[in-house]
T-cell receptor
Framework: NAGVTQTPKFRVLKTGQSMTLLCAQD?????MYWYRQDPGMGLRLIHY???????AKGEVPDGYNVSRLKKQNFLLGLESAAPSQTSVYFC????????FGPGTRLLVL | AQTVTQSQPEMSVQEAETVTLSCTYD???????LFWYKQPPSRQMILVIR??????QNATENRFSVNFQKAAKSFSLKISDSQLGDTAMYFC???????????FGAGTRLTVKP
Protein backbone atom coordinates (compact mmCIF):
# COMPACT_ATOMS: atom_id res chain seq x y z
CA ASN A 1 0.00 0.00 0.00
CA ALA A 2 1.34 3.41 -1.00
CA GLY A 3 -1.01 5.22 1.41
CA VAL A 4 -1.28 8.89 0.45
CA THR A 5 0.94 10.18 -2.35
CA GLN A 6 1.39 13.69 -3.70
CA THR A 7 2.63 14.89 -7.07
CA PRO A 8 4.87 16.82 -7.58
CA LYS A 9 7.26 16.92 -4.61
CA PHE A 10 8.62 20.36 -5.49
CA ARG A 11 7.67 23.05 -7.98
CA VAL A 12 8.73 26.58 -8.84
CA LEU A 13 6.15 28.87 -10.45
CA LYS A 14 6.18 32.41 -11.71
CA THR A 15 3.51 34.81 -10.52
CA GLY A 16 0.37 34.36 -12.59
CA GLN A 17 1.08 30.81 -13.70
CA SER A 18 -1.33 27.99 -12.96
CA MET A 19 -0.75 24.49 -11.71
CA THR A 20 -2.51 21.47 -10.23
CA LEU A 21 -1.35 19.42 -7.28
CA LEU A 22 -2.45 15.80 -7.27
CA CYS A 23 -3.24 13.75 -4.21
CA ALA A 24 -3.87 10.03 -4.57
CA GLN A 25 -4.84 7.47 -1.94
CA ASP A 26 -5.25 3.72 -2.02
CA UNK A 27 -6.92 3.31 1.38
CA UNK A 28 -10.50 3.74 0.13
CA UNK A 29 -11.12 6.61 2.55
CA UNK A 30 -14.09 8.88 1.92
CA UNK A 31 -12.71 12.06 3.44
CA MET A 32 -9.79 13.98 1.94
CA TYR A 33 -8.21 17.32 2.82
CA TRP A 34 -5.74 19.89 1.55
CA TYR A 35 -3.66 21.88 4.06
CA ARG A 36 -0.92 24.43 3.73
CA GLN A 37 1.95 24.89 6.17
CA ASP A 38 3.79 28.18 6.49
CA PRO A 39 6.84 28.89 8.65
CA GLY A 40 5.99 29.33 12.32
CA MET A 41 2.47 28.07 11.82
CA GLY A 42 0.68 24.80 12.00
CA LEU A 43 -1.22 23.34 9.10
CA ARG A 44 -4.26 25.28 7.91
CA LEU A 45 -7.14 23.72 6.03
CA ILE A 46 -7.70 24.94 2.46
CA HIS A 47 -10.48 22.69 1.15
CA TYR A 48 -11.84 19.29 1.93
CA UNK A 49 -14.08 16.58 0.48
CA UNK A 50 -16.35 14.13 2.27
CA UNK A 51 -16.87 11.96 -0.79
CA UNK A 52 -16.56 11.63 -4.53
CA UNK A 53 -18.08 14.63 -6.28
CA UNK A 54 -18.21 16.80 -3.12
CA UNK A 55 -15.96 19.64 -1.99
CA ALA A 56 -16.14 22.33 0.69
CA LYS A 57 -14.13 25.34 1.82
CA GLY A 58 -11.82 25.30 4.81
CA GLU A 59 -10.08 28.10 6.71
CA VAL A 60 -8.03 29.59 3.86
CA PRO A 61 -9.71 28.75 0.52
CA ASP A 62 -9.08 31.97 -1.42
CA GLY A 63 -6.99 31.53 -4.55
CA TYR A 64 -7.49 27.76 -4.68
CA ASN A 65 -9.96 25.39 -6.32
CA VAL A 66 -10.38 21.66 -5.85
CA SER A 67 -12.02 18.71 -7.55
CA ARG A 68 -12.84 15.16 -6.45
CA LEU A 69 -13.94 13.41 -9.62
CA LYS A 70 -12.71 10.04 -8.41
CA LYS A 71 -12.75 8.75 -4.86
CA GLN A 72 -9.05 8.07 -4.84
CA ASN A 73 -7.93 11.46 -6.17
CA PHE A 74 -8.21 14.99 -4.80
CA LEU A 75 -6.82 17.80 -6.95
CA LEU A 76 -5.79 21.26 -5.75
CA GLY A 77 -5.58 23.97 -8.38
CA LEU A 78 -3.97 27.38 -8.39
CA GLU A 79 -5.40 29.39 -11.28
CA SER A 80 -3.07 32.40 -10.96
CA ALA A 81 -0.25 31.79 -8.51
CA ALA A 82 0.84 34.57 -6.13
CA PRO A 83 3.97 34.80 -3.94
CA SER A 84 1.70 34.50 -0.88
CA GLN A 85 0.96 30.94 -2.00
CA THR A 86 4.57 29.91 -1.46
CA SER A 87 4.13 27.14 1.08
CA VAL A 88 4.29 23.44 1.76
CA TYR A 89 1.05 21.69 0.84
CA PHE A 90 -0.16 18.54 2.53
CA CYS A 91 -2.91 16.23 1.49
CA UNK A 92 -4.58 13.97 4.04
CA UNK A 93 -7.27 11.34 4.30
CA UNK A 94 -9.23 10.42 7.37
CA UNK A 95 -10.53 7.37 9.13
CA UNK A 96 -10.35 7.94 12.87
CA UNK A 97 -7.18 9.90 12.39
CA UNK A 98 -5.63 11.81 9.54
CA UNK A 99 -3.12 10.14 7.25
CA PHE A 100 -0.82 12.64 5.60
CA GLY A 101 1.01 12.62 2.31
CA PRO A 102 4.69 13.59 2.16
CA GLY A 103 3.99 17.20 1.16
CA THR A 104 4.60 19.38 -1.90
CA ARG A 105 6.89 22.35 -1.62
CA LEU A 106 5.75 25.20 -3.85
CA LEU A 107 7.77 28.33 -4.51
CA VAL A 108 6.09 31.22 -6.33
CA LEU A 109 8.47 33.87 -7.62
CA ALA B 1 -14.34 28.19 15.65
CA GLN B 2 -11.86 25.95 17.33
CA THR B 3 -8.42 27.30 18.21
CA VAL B 4 -5.35 25.45 19.43
CA THR B 5 -2.56 27.17 21.34
CA GLN B 6 0.94 25.89 21.94
CA SER B 7 2.67 28.42 24.18
CA GLN B 8 6.20 26.97 23.94
CA PRO B 9 7.77 27.74 20.52
CA GLU B 10 10.97 25.91 21.45
CA MET B 11 12.09 23.47 24.11
CA SER B 12 15.14 21.39 24.78
CA VAL B 13 15.81 18.36 26.95
CA GLN B 14 18.78 16.17 27.78
CA GLU B 15 18.78 12.67 26.42
CA ALA B 16 17.08 10.19 28.78
CA GLU B 17 15.22 12.93 30.65
CA THR B 18 11.50 13.75 30.62
CA VAL B 19 9.88 16.73 28.93
CA THR B 20 6.30 18.00 28.80
CA LEU B 21 4.85 19.98 25.90
CA SER B 22 1.78 22.13 26.56
CA CYS B 23 -1.36 22.58 24.52
CA THR B 24 -4.65 24.33 25.19
CA TYR B 25 -7.67 24.53 22.95
CA ASP B 26 -10.96 26.30 22.73
CA UNK B 27 -14.17 24.66 21.57
CA UNK B 28 -17.88 24.48 22.27
CA UNK B 29 -18.02 20.86 21.09
CA UNK B 30 -18.51 18.10 23.65
CA UNK B 31 -17.21 15.21 21.56
CA UNK B 32 -13.98 15.51 19.65
CA UNK B 33 -10.49 14.08 19.24
CA LEU B 34 -7.10 15.45 20.18
CA PHE B 35 -3.79 14.48 18.66
CA TRP B 36 -0.09 15.06 18.89
CA TYR B 37 1.82 14.84 15.62
CA LYS B 38 5.57 14.81 15.17
CA GLN B 39 7.20 16.43 12.15
CA PRO B 40 10.92 15.64 11.69
CA PRO B 41 13.06 17.50 9.13
CA SER B 42 11.73 15.13 6.44
CA ARG B 43 8.41 17.03 6.82
CA GLN B 44 6.42 13.83 7.15
CA MET B 45 3.57 14.18 9.65
CA ILE B 46 3.75 11.25 12.07
CA LEU B 47 1.00 10.46 14.56
CA VAL B 48 2.34 10.27 18.10
CA ILE B 49 -0.77 9.82 20.17
CA ARG B 50 -4.54 10.24 20.04
CA UNK B 51 -7.16 10.96 22.70
CA UNK B 52 -10.94 10.72 22.44
CA UNK B 53 -12.64 13.44 24.47
CA UNK B 54 -15.26 11.07 25.88
CA UNK B 55 -12.54 8.92 27.47
CA UNK B 56 -11.38 10.06 30.88
CA GLN B 57 -8.36 7.79 30.84
CA ASN B 58 -5.24 9.44 29.49
CA ALA B 59 -3.77 7.85 26.37
CA THR B 60 -0.29 6.32 26.45
CA GLU B 61 1.96 4.98 23.70
CA ASN B 62 5.22 3.56 24.99
CA ARG B 63 7.31 6.57 26.11
CA PHE B 64 4.58 9.05 25.19
CA SER B 65 1.64 9.93 27.41
CA VAL B 66 -0.85 12.75 27.66
CA ASN B 67 -2.48 14.68 30.47
CA PHE B 68 -5.98 15.43 29.21
CA GLN B 69 -7.95 17.91 31.29
CA LYS B 70 -11.28 18.34 29.51
CA ALA B 71 -12.74 21.01 31.79
CA ALA B 72 -9.57 23.07 31.54
CA LYS B 73 -9.28 22.33 27.78
CA SER B 74 -5.70 21.28 28.24
CA PHE B 75 -3.84 18.49 26.47
CA SER B 76 -0.14 18.17 27.32
CA LEU B 77 2.31 15.59 25.97
CA LYS B 78 4.91 13.94 28.19
CA ILE B 79 7.91 12.29 26.60
CA SER B 80 9.83 10.01 28.95
CA ASP B 81 13.38 8.76 28.44
CA SER B 82 13.91 11.26 25.61
CA GLN B 83 15.90 10.00 22.64
CA LEU B 84 17.86 11.88 19.98
CA GLY B 85 15.31 10.69 17.42
CA ASP B 86 12.60 12.62 19.26
CA THR B 87 14.09 15.87 17.96
CA ALA B 88 11.33 17.36 15.77
CA MET B 89 8.46 19.83 15.60
CA TYR B 90 5.47 18.70 17.62
CA PHE B 91 1.98 19.80 16.72
CA CYS B 92 -1.11 19.58 18.87
CA UNK B 93 -4.32 19.17 16.86
CA UNK B 94 -8.06 19.21 17.47
CA UNK B 95 -10.52 17.29 15.31
CA UNK B 96 -14.30 17.61 15.29
CA UNK B 97 -16.45 14.55 14.73
CA UNK B 98 -17.65 15.97 11.39
CA UNK B 99 -16.20 16.69 8.91
CA UNK B 100 -13.10 15.47 10.74
CA UNK B 101 -11.05 18.47 9.70
CA UNK B 102 -8.19 19.38 12.00
CA UNK B 103 -7.10 22.59 13.68
CA PHE B 104 -3.42 22.74 14.51
CA GLY B 105 -1.37 24.68 16.99
CA ALA B 106 1.69 26.59 15.79
CA GLY B 107 4.01 23.86 17.00
CA THR B 108 6.81 23.35 19.51
CA ARG B 109 10.33 22.70 18.27
CA LEU B 110 11.87 20.08 20.55
CA THR B 111 15.61 19.46 20.61
CA VAL B 112 17.01 16.48 22.47
CA LYS B 113 20.61 17.08 23.46
CA PRO B 114 23.17 14.29 23.91
Amino acid sequence: NAGVTQTPKFRVLKTGQSMTLLCAQDMNHEYMYWYRQDPGMGLRLIHYSVGEGTTAKGEVPDGYNVSRLKKQNFLLGLESAAPSQTSVYFCATNRGQQYFGPGTRLLVL
Amino acid sequence: AQTVTQSQPEMSVQEAETVTLSCTYDTSENNYYLFWYKQPPSRQMILVIRQEAYKQQNATENRFSVNFQKAAKSFSLKISDSQLGDTAMYFCAFMKLFPNDMRFGAGTRLTVKP
